[in-house]
T-cell receptor, first 115, second 111 residues
Framework: EADIYQTPRYLVIGTGKKITLECSQT?????MYWYQQDPGMELHLIHY???????EKGDLSSESTVSRIRTEHFPLTLESARPSHTSQYLC??????????????FGNGTRLTVT | GNSVTQMEGPVTLSEEAFLTINCTYT??????LFWYVQYPGEGLQLLLK?????DKGSNKGFEATYRKETTSFHLEKGSVQVSDSAVYFC??????????FGPGTRLSVLP
């Protein structure tokens, strides 16, 4: 039973379009993350947030941007989609603070195809 | 820095075979260790975890023991089923840092 929701599940869009991938969680978690998963399965952290009004870039450089205006919501935006953005995008959340062994909770992902 | 290495896949087994997926890590201090599983078309799910040396995590017949002396956290299951076919990720987290994932190991179980 998912407590973290991503929409849409699948998106096919043309080059140059602006897109927003939605992610919401109902667990009250402070930390949220976006991962990009390539076809070889490897996960790459592209953005994360410690809480409201906090956003940080991850290990993999990305042309996307994120915002965190509400605790439960962490959308990812691409201003101008390109075929190189074709990938699976996974959103996750975890408890923050000193509970550093708390696990990540993942959504089911958005599979983006840019034509 | 922190890193996780997993055995390369794909791993193909027959139903009821014994499974081992090796995982070793490099980290300073005392990380917590995790195994996640990703079924086709889904996100990752926590399978099991261990937070200190010699801890054994277990769930759904899977087990892994935190071995600090060998910096390992190998995943095992005594008898796999077709429904265990998935991608398995070993991961660690260290205090104040983000999760570090291994590259994933794809498991296929044949009936």
């Amino acid at each position: 039973e998912a407590d973290i929701y991503q929409t849409p599940r699948y998106l096919v869009i043309g080059t140059g379009k602006k897109i927003t991938l939605e992610c919401s969680q109902t667990m009250g978690h402070d930390k949220m993350y976006w991962y990009q998963q390539d076809p070889g399965m490897e996960l790459h952290l592209i953005h994360y947030s410690y809480g409201v009004n906090s956003t940080e870039k991850g290990d993999l450089s990305s042309e996307s941007t994120v915002s965190r205006i509400r605790t439960e919501h962490f959308p990812l935006t691409l201003e101008s989609a390109r075929p190189s953005h074709t990938s699976q995008y996974l959103c996750a959340s975890s408890e923050a603070g000193r509970i550093d062994n708390s696990p990540l909770h993942f959504g089911n992902g958005t599979r983006l195809t840019v034509t | 820095g922190n890193s996780v290495t997993q055995m390369e896949g794909p791993v193909t087994l027959s139903e009821e075979a014994f499974l081992t997926i090796n995982c070793t890590y490099t980290a300073t201090g005392y990380p917590s260790l995790f195994w996640y599983v990703q079924y086709p078309g889904e996100g990752l799910q926590l399978l099991l975890k261990a937070t200190k040396a010699d801890d054994k995590g277990s769930n759904k017949g899977f087990e892994a023991t935190y071995r600090k002396e060998t910096t390992s956290f190998h995943l095992e299951k005594g008898s796999v089923q077709v429904s265990d076919s998935a991608v398995y990720f070993c991961a660690l987290i260290n205090y104040g840092q983000n999760f570090v994932f291994g590259p994933g190991t794809r498991l296929s179980v044949l009936p």
